[in-house]
């Protein structure tokens, strides 16, 4: 699969799923789907992603994919474009697509921090200026992946969908999280908000330790806040 270029990935999926119509959850399909996630390539990548927003992968097969990719895939910088401006635009709002967008912003998340993470080794192992300009203009796009999930918080209605993305926001793992995280602790009625903005901040003391302890000691050592507030 790996040496396919995209039209054969595309005939492949094709192929197996006109076989499986009659059979949904029919072992070869699902190989060829895990198979494919497997294979790790931009292309194969690109096609599971356009065979989910256009439903020719079940939304549980869709959610697998995500949870999967959020615990360890390094993205390229064209699967960062495709998720956010295609496959989360287009689940947003939709009731019934409502877990598989939960997931897939939690996965974003996590690949926007492992992207950052893999270009900054990488410029970290440059010797030519150009080489090195090169990987961090790419970590410098990542900011307007980082204003879509800041995005998405500020239009949150429900508790439920500031969870998510506060949780995506805590993946992202960046500083430039910070004044909004502690907008939320001071601003939200909510405990449920409050406590994942508080957990938010795991992987923001190493790279500001005085204000994450400025923001989270007043809290711990306030006897008026609520046990669950101070615990976490």
């Known amino acids: 699969l790996r040496l396919c270029q995209p039209k054969e990935?595309?005939?492949?999926?094709?192929?197996?799923?006109?076989?499986s119509s009659s059979q949904p959850n029919s072992r070869p399909w699902k190989s060829f789907v895990d198979a494919l996630r497997s294979a790790n390539t931009t292309?194969?990548?690109?096609?599971?992603?356009?065979?989910i927003v256009s439903g020719e992968i079940s939304?549980?097969?869709?959610?697998?994919?995500?949870?999967?990719?959020?615990?360890?895939?390094?993205?390229?910088?064209?699967?960062l474009e495709q998720m956010r401006n295609t496959?989360?635009?287009?689940?947003?709002?939709?009731?019934?697509?409502?877990?598989?967008?939960?997931?897939?912003?939690?996965?974003?998340?996590?690949?926007?921090?492992?992207?950052?993470?893999?270009?900054?080794?990488?410029?970290?192992q440059c010797v030519l200026p150009k080489d090195?300009?090169?990987?961090?203009?790419?970590v410098e796009n990542c900011r307007e992946y980082?204003?879509?999930?800041?995005?998405?918080?500020?239009?949150?209605?429900?508790?439920e969908e500031k969870v998510i993305c506060l949780k995506a926001l805590a993946n992202v793992g960046s500083i430039e999280s910070l004044p909004t995280l502690q907008q939320m602790l001071s601003n939200s009625q909510s405990t449920a908000v409050r406590v994942q903005a508080i957990w938010a901040f795991n992987n923001l003391g190493y790279q500001n330790k005085l204000q994450v302890l400025?923001?989270?000691?007043?809290?711990?050592?306030?006897?008026?806040?609520?046990?669950?507030?101070?615990?976490?």
Not at 59 to 79: C, E, G, H, L, Y
Not at 214 to 232: F, G, K, S, Y
Request: include cysteine.
């Open 9 to 19: 990935l595309n005939q492949l999926f094709n192929e197996l799923k006109q076989q």
């Open 43 to 51: 292309d194969g990548d690109s096609l599971l992603l356009n065979k």
């Open 59 to 79: 939304n549980n097969m869709a959610t697998n994919i995500f949870v999967i990719w959020a615990a360890d895939k390094v993205p390229s910088q064209t699967i």
């Open 87 to 124: 496959v989360l635009k287009s689940m947003e709002g939709n009731a019934n697509k409502k877990t598989v967008y939960n997931h897939a912003l939690l996965c974003f998340g996590a690949m926007v921090r492992r992207f950052i993470r893999n270009e900054r080794i990488q410029e970290s």
């Open 132 to 138: 090195k300009a090169f990987h961090q203009r790419n």
């Open 146 to 159: 980082k204003k879509y999930i800041l995005y998405r918080l500020r239009q949150a209605t429900s508790d």
């Open 214 to 232: 400025q923001t989270l000691l007043p809290i711990m050592l306030n006897h008026n806040e609520q046990t669950e507030l101070r615990m976490a």
